[in-house]
């Protein structure tokens, strides 16, 4: 797996529906897919949820290659997942060999669960590939808002979320570069064994320690240069506002949860 697979934090830029909706209507509808998604119980109501991502997917033109190239991260955990529900559900047995067994529930149970964590990666790279990390930061500080009664520094934690976004497409950039030139000096990062491969990681997690520590101390620099002092009494470029779209989307969502609710009522 190639370092430029991972797209985690990253955003693409444009001008589709999902984009120009509000951060906050974006962040509420992915907590309401991610309830439809557990409420899922048979073919009929992962497939109405998946119909919709599949919507969302086209109307982002974000591009399927992107989220699939997003998921080779997460092959492995997808296939353990598989590989434990096939093996250790119990049902009616149609394979066995020795202490593995094979079940119809297992088929269906593991079939289910890989397309509920593939929908449910999708949906969040949806909110990350359409969104900038500031606007997010902002809806996500707007909506935790009622909170700050309580004396929770939410401006601090939606700081502290913005720059982590922020600085995951750049560390895995300056790692793609470390590791350029230490192979370039004949380091070796893929042969031998466990303990060889984690000797060969030295040279290349110190440097990467040093310019993370550095880059954060340059933002510190520049944040104290600028005045920042918290949340209190800042104003935003952007002002949020709800438009009509993002009221459909809420409808939309409801809907959805509602529908796949009435769904799992019925068995379906």
């Excluded at 990350?128 to 500080?141: A, K």
């Excluded at 497409?169 to 380091?187: C, H, V």
């Excluded at 984690?198 to 520590?213: D, E, H, Q």
Aim: with cysteine; net charge positive.
């Amino acid at each position: 797996m190639a370092l430029k697979d991972i797209t985690l934090g990253q955003y693409f830029p444009g001008h589709s529906v999902l984009h120009r909706m509000d951060p906050r209507t974006k962040l509420l509808l992915t907590v309401l897919y991610i309830a439809a998604l557990f409420l899922c119980k048979n073919v009929i109501s992962y497939g109405l949820a998946l119909i919709v991502l599949a919507a969302a997917v086209a109307v982002s033109k974000v591009g399927l290659k992107s989220i699939v190239r997003g998921m080779k991260p997460v092959v492995v955990i997808i296939l353990l997942t598989a590989v434990l529900n096939l093996f250790y559900t119990p049902g009616h047995e149609i394979w066995r060999f020795g202490f593995l067994k094979i079940t119809t529930e297992g088929l269906w149970s593991a079939a289910f669960m890989v397309l509920r964590i593939l929908m449910l990666i999708t949906c969040t790279f949806l909110l990350t590939y359409t969104t900038s990390p500031i606007l997010l930061t902002d809806g996500l500080e707007n909506l935790l808002g009622p909170l700050k009664k309580l004396r929770v520094p939410v401006h601090e934690l939606a700081m502290m979320m913005s720059i982590a976004l922020r600085f995951i497409p750049t560390l895995i950039e300056e790692t793609d570069k470390i590791m350029s030139a230490q192979r370039a000096r004949g380091a070796d990062f893929d042969t031998g064994g466990l303990v060889q491969k984690a000797k060969a990681l030295v040279p290349l997690l110190v440097p990467l320690f040093i310019s993370a520590f550095r880059r954060a101390d340059e933002l510190a620099v520049a944040m104290e240069c600028r005045c920042y002092h918290g949340g209190e009494g800042r104003t935003r470029l952007r002002q949020l506002r709800y438009q009509s779209i993002d009221y459909a989307g809420f409808l939309l969502g409801v809907l959805l949860v509602a529908a796949v609710a009435v769904l799992r009522h019925f068995g379906l």
